[in-house]
């Protein structure tokens, strides 16, 4: 059975910005920090305690997320 647009909950993903994976805020409630006025959010704690050790790394344009 289908459903309607309306019952389908869709999950706003962010992306974890160390190693590029999708990640549900409603999931993962207390894996976010704020830097520069902006939340990220992460897959798991090592790679937001990588973040927080280096965050300059990680939000630099040129920095491309290799996975985990």
Do not use: N
Not at 9 to 19: F, G, H, Q, R, S
Not at 32 to 50: I, Q
Not at 51 to 66: A, E, G, H, M
Request: aromatic share 8%; glycine share 8%; proline share 9%.
């Amino acid at each position: 059975m289908l459903l309607a647009q309306e019952d389908r909950e869709v999950a706003k993903l962010e992306i974890d910005p160390v190693c590029g994976m999708e990640v549900d805020p409603d999931k993962k409630p207390d894996l976010h920090l704020e830097h520069d006025g902006k939340t990220y959010w992460f897959c798991g704690k090592g790679c937001l305690l990588e973040f927080r050790d280096d965050p300059k790394t990680y939000t630099d344009p040129s920095y491309t997320p290799q996975g985990m």
